[in-house]
């Protein structure tokens, strides 16, 4: 079966750094999107991406966050300048169509030193 | 805005049992789907079951169903006959039919499965 799959699925980060997070959705999916989970807590919405634009973000996505789709295949987040609340995982999903479910990826886990 | 809420921050079952977890949900949409994923220590999210709001009859997969009311916006899900590989984080998220179809969790429950 086809699989969402993110790499790094560990990064360590000084704080200060840019990081990229990348993503291959299943590939005939059309809707991406990023969560990330504090360690504790709950899933939180970051950005979702359709039609190579954003379509919706959070309050948590300020300026310091991008997401690109560079290649028709990976789907990317970059964090500009990460601080020590940025420590978190950080989950990818992908989605065929409107009403279909979101598979996710396994996820990054981010430490920022 | 809508909101999940998951009263039940811990809960444990023998195993063999049956288990319900809780969640409500807040929302004035009527096009919506709500959905269970598991979370194991691994931290992967996996989709457990999901239900159409449009759709009255409860969702079922295998061991897993749900008891969706509407009218009172509560969703729990029901797993029967509980194995020690259902220990896992369950978290009950709410999706809005329109616009970009982002998921809204709920604060999470931990299971325990005793055997």
């Known amino acids: 079966e086809p699989e969402v799959t993110q790499t790094p699925s560990h990064q360590v980060t000084q704080m200060g750094q840019e990081v990229i997070l990348r993503c291959v959705p299943i590939?005939?999916?059309?809707?991406f999107y990023w969560y990330r989970q504090i360690l504790g807590q709950k899933v939180e919405f970051l950005v979702s991406f359709y039609n190579n634009e954003i379509s919706e973000k959070s309050e948590i996505f300020d300026d310091q966050f991008s997401v690109e789709r560079p290649d028709g295949s990976n789907f990317t987040l970059k964090i500009r300048s990460t601080k020590l609340e940025d420590s978190a995982m950080y989950f990818c999903?992908?989605?065929?169509?409107?009403?279909?479910?979101?598979?996710f990826g396994d996820g990054t886990r981010l430490s920022i030193l | 805005a809508q909101t999940v809420t998951q009263s039940q921050p811990e809960m444990s079952v023998q195993e063999a049992e049956t288990v319900t977890l809780s969640c409500t949900y807040d929302?004035?949409?009527?096009?919506?789907?709500l959905f269970w994923y598991k979370q194991p220590p691994s931290r992967q999210m996996i989709l457990v079951i999901r239900q159409e709001a449009y759709k009255q009859q409860n969702a079922t997969e295998n061991r897993f169903s749900v008891n969706f009311q509407k009218a009172a916006k509560s969703f729990s899900l029901k797993i029967s006959d509980s194995q020690l590989g259902d220990a896992a984080m369950y978290f009950c998220a709410y999706r809005s039919g329109q616009g970009a179809q982002k998921l809204v969790f709920g604060q999470g429950t931990r299971l325990t499965i005793n055997p």
């Open positions: 590939s005939n999916h059309l809707y």
């Open positions: 929302t004035s949409e009527s096009d919506y789907y």
């Open positions: 999903a992908s989605m065929r169509d409107r009403g279909q479910p979101q598979h």
